[in-house]
């Protein structure tokens, strides 16, 4: 058994109450796992839970196209079985152009995840409040699953730890694949501790990134888009900007969100996270902390 699985395996078989999170919470914070499936379908599959970090500004069908990506893969690939999918929000102190206040972007994946999906959930911990790295993000799932729900249990009543893993678009793993850019310490918990799911996308240099992490290889999954789909963010903020439509390209109920609040109508500094912006020299400490080694 490996370090995650002992460390969650004895959390989870404990009677006693758990021991304080080592975590910091928002307020009225409750981590939400009403679709969080409790029971194994197969004893003999390790379980995991998908865990998909990112600003979501907005959340796009591509965002949710992924989870069944991932979904399918795992089932025809791997000795996972997947017992629930998270979206979690980045905070508003990872500012960029585009990006709303956590608010909002946690309103539209919760309604996207709602409305158009039956097992997947927003975890807003990371949104409302300071920066959190990708790697402790990760911790704090294990920490909720494992040690305070007790994990999940086959079907004649035998714990099991689940394993968060990292769902993410090829992009992502290109740039741990670029020297500097993550720190070694984070690029070992989130690969060799957790592991990810990557799915494809156009102009990403798989191949050179993942033989940069050929150490990690093992705990990085590839999946392939057999129906290609670049829809993004960005291109929707640029829609949107020029008065486009963009009906189809996210769900209907995060569209009549977005043109309620009349959102994105300018990507300035109005419509970033001006509520949670930081000072020049705060946002640098923030790219630290996350992991990046430049000073």
């Known amino acids: 058994m490996d370090s995650l699985a002992a460390s969650s395996s004895s959390a989870a078989s404990s009677s006693s109450s758990p021991p304080p999170p080592p975590f910091t919470?928002?307020?009225?914070?409750?981590?939400?796992?009403?679709?969080?499936?409790?029971t194994l379908r197969n004893p003999d599959k390790q379980p995991i839970v998908l865990v998909a970090c990112g600003s979501f500004s907005p959340v796009t069908f591509l965002h949710l196209r992924m989870f069944e990506m991932a979904v399918d893969y795992v089932r025809q690939n791997t000795d996972f079985e997947i017992v629930g999918g998270y979206l979690s929000p980045v905070s508003d102190q990872y500012k960029k152009p585009g990006l709303l206040s956590a608010h909002h972007r946690v309103n539209m994946c919760t309604l996207a995840a709602e409305q158009t999906s039956t097992w997947l959930m927003v975890d807003p911990w990371e949104a409302f409040q300071s920066y959190q790295r990708t790697a402790v993000v990760l911790d704090h799932f294990?920490?909720?699953?494992?040690?305070?729900?007790g994990g999940v249990a086959t079907a004649d009543g035998v714990r099991k730890p689940v394993r968060p893993m990292l769902l993410a678009?090829?992009?992502?793993?290109?740039?741990m694949g670029e020297p500097g850019v993550w720190s070694e310490p984070d690029l070992e918990h989130i690969l060799g501790r957790y592991g990810?799911?990557?799915?494809?996308r156009a102009?990403?240099?798989?191949?050179?990134?993942?033989?940069?992490?050929?150490?990690?290889?093992?705990?990085?999954h590839l999946i392939h888009q057999l129906i290609?789909?670049?829809?993004?963010?960005?291109k929707v903020r640029l829609f949107l900007r020029r008065g486009l439509s963009v009906r189809y390209l996210l769900p209907a109920p995060v569209v009549d969100y977005i043109?309620?609040?009349?959102?994105?109508k300018d990507d300035g500094?109005?419509?970033?996270?001006?509520s949670g912006a930081v000072t020049a020299e705060r946002e640098k400490a923030a790219e630290r902390e996350k992991g990046k080694v430049a000073p």
């Open 259 to 264: 043109e309620e609040n009349g959102l994105y």
């Open 25 to 38: 919470d928002p307020p009225n914070y409750a981590f939400p796992h009403h679709r969080l499936r409790r």
């Open 142 to 149: 294990d920490h909720e699953i494992n040690t305070c729900l």
């Open 169 to 175: 678009g090829s992009d992502l793993i290109a740039t």
């Open 228 to 234: 290609q789909n670049d829809v993004s963010s960005t």
């Open 196 to 200: 990810v799911l990557t799915v494809e």
């Open 203 to 220: 102009g990403a240099d798989m191949d050179q990134a993942i033989d940069s992490l050929a150490r990690w290889r093992h705990n990085i």
């Open 269 to 274: 500094p109005t419509t970033s996270a001006s």
